[in-house]
C-alpha cells in the first residue's frame, strides 16, 4: 500500500509514509487476502513491531468477567487487564477506563493495544480495564456488544476489586470497532461519565461520506477491507439497525449521552462519521470535541512506537480529556 496518489490534495506525515513504507518491504498483505487465522497473526506481528514496549511503573492484573449466558456458550467468561500506574497512588479516586480494542471485529486483541492502555494509566493517571471481546466470524454480531457492556457492569460493581474507589468515576474508549462499542456501550448502559472514541466506525452503511469516496483505496483501511470485516460480522440488514450503528439512535437517547472526545484521523475514510457523531452530540446538549491528527490514516493510534510524534498529540489529548472528567 502505498500514500503516493495522497500527496496532490494532503501532506501526508513522514510516520505514515515511513509505516506503509516497511509494511510494504516486509511483504506485508492486506486483510482481505488472507484467512481470518493469518489475519490475526499479521495482526499481533504489527503491533509488536509497531507499538513499542512501554515501561510500566505499576500492577498488570488479569481478572475474568462473566459474560452473558447463551445456550451454545455456557460457562463463558471475559479475559480483562487491569493496569493501575503507582501514579493513581496519588489521586484520591483514580477513574476507570475501560478499553476496546479495535480490528473490524474480527482481529485484534488486547495486546495489540497494551502499550496505549500503560500510557493512559501513566499519563491521566487511570485504572485502565483492557476488554478481549469475542470476534466474529466464530461470534457474529452482537455477540462483542453482549461482552462490551457485561465488562462496563463487572468494572462498575468491582471499582474497589481493580484497584480504584467507590467514588471513581468509569469512561469507556475504544478505536474502530472498539470505538463503535464504546459507543454502544454509552447508549445502552447509564452512568458512564465519558467516552473515547478513536476513528469510530459509528455507521455501518456508510453512505453518504465524502471520506468514505476520497479514502476507500487509502492505506490503513481500503473499502476492500471494509467489506470483508462486515462479511464476517453483520448481515447488511442490520447496519441501520442503532444497536448496531450508533448514529442512528434517536436524538432523545443522544441527550442522555456522557460528554465525548472523538479523536479522528485526516486520510481515513471513517473521518467524516465521526464528525457526524460529534455533531448530532452537540446538536442534542451533549459536550463533544473532536481531535483530528493530520497526515495520518486509519490504525496509528495504537502504534506509538512508529507513530511518535502523532501519537504523542493524540495520547495527551486523551489523558488530559480523562483527567478532566475523573
Same mark, same amino acid.
Given at each position: !500500500?502505498?500514500?503516493?496518489?495522497l500527496?496532490?490534495?494532503?501532506?501526508?506525515?513522514?510516520?505514515?509514509?515511513?509505516?506503509?513504507?516497511?509494511? /510494504?518491504? *516486509?511483504?506485508?498483505? %492486506?486483510?482481505?487476502?488472507?484467512?481470518?487465522?493469518?489475519?490475526?497473526?499479521?495482526?499481533?506481528?504489527?503491533?509488536?513491531?509497531?507499538?513499542?514496549?512501554?515501561?510500566?511503573?505499576?500492577y498488570?492484573?488479569?481478572?475474568s468477567?462473566? *459474560?452473558?449466558?447463551?445456550? #451454545?456458550?455456557?460457562? +463463558?467468561?471475559?479475559?480483562?487487564?487491569?493496569?493501575?500506574?503507582?501514579?493513581?497512588? &496519588?489521586?484520591?479516586a483514580? %477513574?476507570?477506563?475501560?478499553?476496546?480494542?479495535?480490528?473490524?471485529?474480527?482481529?485484534?486483541?488486547?495486546?495489540?493495544?497494551?502499550s496505549?492502555?500503560?500510557?493512559?494509566?501513566? #499519563?491521566?493517571?487511570?485504572?485502565?480495564?483492557?476488554v478481549?471481546?469475542?470476534?466474529?466470524?466464530?461470534?457474529?454480531w452482537?455477540?462483542n456488544?453482549?461482552?462490551?457492556?457485561?465488562?462496563?457492569?463487572?468494572? &462498575?460493581?468491582?471499582?474497589?476489586?481493580?484497584? $480504584?474507589?467507590?467514588?471513581?468515576? @468509569?469512561?469507556?474508549g475504544?478505536?474502530s470497532?472498539?470505538?463503535r462499542?464504546? $459507543?454502544?456501550?454509552?447508549?445502552?448502559?447509564r452512568?458512564?461519565?465519558?467516552?473515547?472514541?478513536? +476513528?469510530?466506525?459509528? #455507521?455501518?452503511?456508510?453512505?453518504?461520506?465524502?471520506?468514505?469516496?476520497?479514502?476507500?483505496? /487509502?492505506?490503513?483501511?481500503?473499502?476492500?477491507?471494509?467489506?470483508?470485516? !462486515?462479511?464476517?460480522?453483520?448481515?447488511?440488514?442490520?447496519?441501520?439497525?442503532?444497536?448496531?450503528?450508533?448514529?442512528?439512535h434517536?436524538?432523545?437517547?443522544?441527550?442522555?449521552?456522557?460528554?465525548?472526545?472523538?479523536?479522528?484521523?485526516?486520510?481515513d475514510?471513517?473521518? #467524516?462519521?465521526? +464528525? *457526524? +457523531?460529534?455533531?448530532?452530540?452537540?446538536?442534542?446538549? @451533549?459536550?463533544?470535541?473532536?481531535?483530528?491528527?493530520?497526515?495520518v490514516?486509519?490504525?496509528?493510534?495504537?502504534?506509538p512506537e512508529?507513530?511518535?510524534?502523532?501519537c504523542?498529540?493524540?495520547?495527551?489529548? @486523551? *489523558?488530559?480529556?480523562?483527567?478532566a472528567? %475523573?
Amino acid at each position: !500500500m502505498s500514500c503516493d496518489y495522497l500527496k496532490d490534495k494532503y501532506k501526508v506525515h513522514e510516520e505514515t509514509e515511513c509505516y506503509f513504507k516497511l509494511r /510494504a518491504e *516486509a511483504g506485508t498483505k %492486506s486483510y482481505e487476502q488472507l484467512c481470518i487465522e493469518d489475519a490475526r497473526e499479521g495482526n499481533v506481528n504489527n503491533a509488536k513491531r509497531f507499538g513499542g514496549n512501554i515501561e510500566f511503573d505499576g500492577y498488570i492484573k488479569e481478572f475474568s468477567v462473566p *459474560a452473558v449466558q447463551s445456550k #451454545d456458550l455456557e460457562k +463463558y467468561s471475559i479475559p480483562v487487564t487491569v493496569y493501575r500506574s503507582k501514579a493513581c497512588d &496519588m489521586v484520591v479516586a483514580p %477513574s476507570v477506563f475501560v478499553y476496546f480494542h479495535g480490528g473490524g471485529n474480527c482481529v485484534g486483541s488486547r495486546q495489540s493495544v497494551d502499550s496505549i492502555c500503560k500510557i493512559f494509566s501513566r #499519563d491521566a493517571p487511570c485504572v485502565v480495564v483492557n476488554v478481549e471481546y469475542r470476534l466474529a466470524p466464530e461470534h457474529k454480531w452482537p455477540a462483542n456488544q453482549e461482552d462490551a457492556k457485561s465488562a462496563v457492569r463487572w468494572v &462498575m460493581m468491582n471499582k474497589g476489586l481493580i484497584g $480504584a474507589v467507590n467514588e471513581s468515576t @468509569v469512561g469507556v474508549g475504544g478505536d474502530s470497532a472498539g470505538g463503535r462499542l464504546a $459507543a454502544m456501550v454509552c447508549h445502552e448502559l447509564r452512568g458512564i461519565k465519558y467516552q473515547v472514541l478513536v +476513528y469510530p466506525s459509528v #455507521d455501518l452503511k456508510r453512505e453518504g461520506y465524502q471520506s468514505v469516496t476520497e479514502f476507500c483505496d /487509502a492505506p490503513g483501511l481500503t473499502m476492500g477491507m471494509v467489506d470483508w470485516f !462486515m462479511g464476517h460480522y453483520i448481515d447488511p440488514s442490520e447496519y441501520t439497525n442503532p444497536k448496531a450503528s450508533p448514529l442512528y439512535h434517536t436524538d432523545t437517547e443522544f441527550a442522555k449521552l456522557p460528554p465525548a472526545l472523538i479523536v479522528l484521523a485526516e486520510l481515513d475514510q471513517l473521518r #467524516d462519521m465521526g +464528525y *457526524a +457523531y460529534h455533531e448530532k452530540l452537540k446538536k442534542n446538549g @451533549v459536550k463533544s470535541q473532536t481531535h483530528t491528527v493530520k497526515g495520518v490514516t486509519h490504525g496509528f493510534f495504537h502504534l506509538p512506537e512508529q507513530f511518535k510524534e502523532c501519537c504523542l498529540r493524540a495520547h495527551e489529548k @486523551v *489523558a488530559k480529556f480523562i483527567k478532566a472528567n %475523573s
